[in-house]
């Protein structure tokens, strides 16, 4: 059974940082092409940022330069480093997982950044 479980979100004031986890079980984690993707109240789930198998990694425009997605093959675990967080940013955050015949979603954790 696959089972993606995000932890790390919370509340921070602008201009802070906070790193997202996803440790993820029941599949080849090195195989899976892993993103992050947001979904703010009232709008659509977008992508965050993704990094695929042999490590490249993609951002959306409105976080290039302030977030980082890594991941550790022998820990299962995808991170996303959020730095210089804005209002804007307070959404859930969700982890995926994904290849050409098999996508899984994780449960989601809350991002609020207020002052």
């Keep these: 059974q ?3 479980v995000e932890s790390g979100g919370g509340l921070v004031q602008p201009g802070g940082s906070l ?9 080849i984690f090195r195989i899976y092409t892993m ?3 947001r979904q703010a109240p009232g709008k659509q789930r977008e992508l965050v940022a993704s990094i695929i198998s042999g490590g490249s990694t993609n951002y959306a425009d409105s ?3 302030r977030f980082t997605i890594s991941r550790d093959n022998a820990k299962n675990t995808v991170y996303l ?4 967080l804005k209002p804007e940013d307070t959404a859930v955050y969700y982890c995926n997982a994904r290849t050409t015949l098999q996508e899984s979603w994780g449960q989601g ?3 609020t950044v207020s002052s």
């Design 2 to 4: 696959v089972q993606l």
């Design 19 to 27: 790193r997202l986890s996803c440790a993820v079980s029941g599949i």
């Design 35 to 37: 993103a992050w993707y």
């Design 63 to 65: 976080v290039k330069g």
């Design 81 to 84: 480093q959020m730095n210089s």
């Design 109 to 111: 954790t809350q991002v």
